[in-house]
């Protein structure tokens, strides 16, 4: 089936110890988003790549960057994460064609970092 | 400017009854609306989505959905709750012609399911 998968599911790590998280899809989806949950809230959009063009969000801190080296594959790395960026991270693809689509996005089932 | 407000950020509903999820958007385009259902430690997975067809929507497990321009709402329904339905519900809003397709969610209902 065709699917967006991340690892690892559970991801722990020190302060200040950088860390990636990895996202994969099968989807052959042109567009990839990451975004940030915090217990009980909604997703935060951080970036997300149309293509290989690189689009940040405005708040999204610099402690955070993103890599996407082909279609498949997206890359989280959190270059010195704090305990505030304990979180879900939750990674979503979605088709999107020239004068748009429907959004829909499908998500993978997300990575929980925890910070020690 | 999109935007989403979902009343109640907590619904409690006996196994049986009626479930009811308000959501109100604001969108200066046409919207495309979505609610997304997210188990503990999962991702979110689709429930429904509207992109202008039948202003009445049928989702997965029972859900449905119904589009009022006049009142810019998105309420989710379901006759009868299940204790499996207990999760938290989002519902989001994105528009045609985005390139990005971006989407824009609420905060989120807790539903929870009394036997």
């Known amino acids: 089936d065709a699917m967006v998968i991340q690892n690892p599911r559970y991801q722990v790590t020190q302060f200040g110890k950088p860390v990636t998280l990895s996202c994969s899809q099968t989807?052959?989806?042109?567009?990839m988003y990451w975004y940030q949950q915090k217990s009980s809230q909604a997703p935060k959009l951080l970036f997300h790549y149309y293509d290989k063009d690189f689009n940040n969000e405005a708040d999204t801190p610099d402690n955070f960057q993103s890599r996407r080296p082909n279609t498949s594959f997206c890359f989280l790395d959190i270059r010195s994460p704090g305990l505030g960026d304990a979180a879900m991270y939750l990674c979503a693809t979605s088709r999107v064609l020239d004068g748009g689509s429907y959004n829909e996005q499908f998500f993978g089932p997300g990575t929980r970092l925890t910070v020690l | 400017a999109q935007s989403v407000t979902q009343l109640g950020s907590h619904v409690s509903v006996s196994e049986g009854a009626l479930v009811l999820l308000r959501c109100n958007y604001s969108s200066s385009v046409p919207p495309y609306l979505f609610w997304y259902v997210q188990y503990p430690n999962q991702g979110l997975q689709l429930l429904l989505k509207?992109?202008?067809?039948?202003?009445l929507v049928k989702g997965i497990n029972g859900f449905e959905a119904e589009f009022k321009k006049s009142e810019t709402s998105f309420h989710l329904t379901k006759p009868s709750a299940h204790m499996s339905d207990a999760a938290e519900y989002f519902c989001a809003v994105g528009h045609r012609g985005s390139t990005l397709g971006r989407l824009y969610f609420g905060r989120g209902t807790q539903l929870t399911v009394w036997p």
């Open positions: 989807l052959n989806h042109n567009v």
């Open positions: 509207y992109t202008s067809a039948a202003t």
